[in-house]
């Protein structure tokens, strides 16, 4: 299994953006599908984003589609969630994880390597 560590979060004003980064370590990241998931203060763990392990193929929860780009370098071992346009509900702690389906995957129990999170505050 490959282990994820995550960075980039932060506090921003509403309408600003932030880059997380998700590094992993292993040699199998290239085949594995990648995805965001948040936790928003008092509420549940909720899918984000998604890319499949060639980087082909995205998919975004509605609330994020057309202001969150998932993206990913497998030869940096690295996977990214550029956010535009954030809202003061896109506030929570972003986790990266890990799934071996090659395909793309909201399903939280697809994924078997999850990081530790990351801390996002928008300020309104």
């Known amino acids: 299994q490959v282990q994820l560590v995550e960075s980039g979060g932060g506090l921003v004003q509403a309408g600003g953006s932030l880059r997380l980064s998700c590094a992993a370590s292993?040699?199998?990241?290239?085949?594995?599908?990648l995805g965001w998931f948040r936790q928003p203060p008092g509420k549940e763990r909720e899918f984000v984003a998604t890319?499949?392990?060639?980087?082909?193929?995205?998919y975004y929860a509605n609330s994020v589609k057309g202001r969150f780009t998932v993206s990913r370098d497998n030869a940096k071992n690295t996977v990214y969630l550029q956010m535009n346009s954030l809202k003061s509900w896109d506030t929570a702690v972003y986790f990266c994880?890990?799934?071996?389906?090659?395909?793309?995957?909201?399903?939280?129990?697809?994924?078997?390597?999850w990081g530790q999170g990351t801390q996002v505050t928008v300020s309104s």
């Open positions: 890319i499949s392990s060639t980087g082909g193929r995205t």
């Open positions: 292993g040699s199998t990241f290239s085949t594995y599908a």
């Open positions: 994880a890990a799934s071996p389906l090659v395909a793309t995957t909201a399903r939280a129990q697809d994924y078997v390597s």
